[in-house]
């Protein structure tokens, strides 16, 4: 499985932004799919996560209510849109699966393949 990630970018606080990820290969039936992110000196972080079979996603409080995550099955790819962008939102974002998921685990270690990463960087 590969994971291509894309639309990071610049934007001013308050702006928006649009992730793109899409799975490519072999996947099994039901899995996870999960957005973490990096800032600058500090450790990953979960930012959210949908079951591939259906459920509503699950999101870090600290961008609840501003980013909504959704799937397209038809083209294996997941969106997270990103309102009202706070500097503290600056990151590495990356994409993840979890192959064998049939719940939305918010640690790292539960994923198996990850994209390449995609910059954000808000400005205030």
């Known amino acids: 499985v590969q994971l291509q990630a894309s639309g990071g970018g610049l934007v001013q606080a308050g702006g928006s932004l649009r992730l793109s990820c899409t799975a490519s290969g072999r996947t099994s039936s039901s899995f996870v799919m999960g957005w973490f992110r990096q800032p600058p000196g500090k450790e990953r972080e979960f930012v959210s996560g949908?079951?591939?079979?259906?459920?509503?996603?699950d999101y870090a409080d600290s961008v609840k209510g501003r980013f909504t995550m959704s799937r397209d099955n038809a083209k294996k790819t997941v969106h997270l849109q990103m309102n009202n962008l706070k500097p503290d939102d600056t990151a590495i974002y990356y994409c993840?699966?979890?192959?064998?998921?049939?719940?939305?685990?918010?640690?790292?270690?539960?994923?198996?393949?990850w994209g390449q990463g995609t910059q954000v960087t808000v400005s205030s």
């Open positions: 949908i079951r591939w079979t259906g459920g509503n996603a």
């Open positions: 993840a699966l979890d192959y064998s998921g049939h719940l939305v685990s918010r640690s790292g270690t539960r994923y198996d393949f």
